[in-house]
């Protein structure tokens, strides 16, 4: 039974405040997802500790963990395209199981992820990205390979980025780091040693932390101002960080599209360098 169809049938012996929650949650999922605490507390008019309490009661150990039960109940009633499934891929599957679920849970996790971001954290997330002296971009692992793909693409429209590989350079770049520019560090686990420490570092050096990690509670979002959430079903076979690299993908993918629009150059950025790219092509194929 999903957390909707138990809070659904346990309205009736709930408490006044409790069944306020609950009835809102049932009825409104896809705007309990976008909402914190304090904003859902608002919307309904009980306190942010009324629906802590709220989630505890369902036993989870967090809003966010209840925000999660949520998402993945709405992405049940998502229709995905015929044919695919979604599940554990199991040792002994064959390849169009495999194939079948392997898309099935990208499908899922960038579905869910997308749902577990308000618009209102993207949008300031935009902003800061936009109004940042430097982006200095983190990660290690296949973090690090989402973090160089989105920096090549905030440097097609000329934005001031910093991103290595190694984690020393990017502990390096992070101390010369201030107060106008932004950190941002990507771990599903947000426990990475190496990207806790430089995004430590960052936030002494008063440089506004953004962090993409899993909906669990973890030392990495404790750390930053903004937290992006991904959602991933890493699982048996799917044990290299396949799902959450797509949903860190989805995100980075989404703030570049965002930030092309409100850049009024964007284009002409973009479009110069494709044309140096095409340059070298015509010469190497000459």
Known sequence: MSVLSRINAKLDGMAPGDREIGRYIVDNPNQMLRLSTAELAAEIGRSQSSVVK????LGYAS?????????EAKAQDWQVPAGVIHGSIEVGDGFPVILKKLIGSKLLSMQQTVAANSERIISRTLELLDGARRIHLVGVGASSLVARDFSYKLM???RNVLHDSD???QMANASTLGPDDVLFALSYSG??????RIAELAAKRGTTVIAVTGLHENPLSRVADIRLYTIADEERARSSSITARDAQLTLTDLLFILLVQKQPDANDYVHNSEAAVTVLKAERST
């Open 167 to 169: 984690s020393h350079i």
């Open 63 to 71: 809003y966010q963990e209840l925000k999660l039960a949520v998402s």
């Open 191 to 196: 426990a990475s040693i190496e990207t806790l």
């Open 156 to 158: 097609k429209l000329g």
């Open 54 to 57: 709220f989630s505890q009661k």
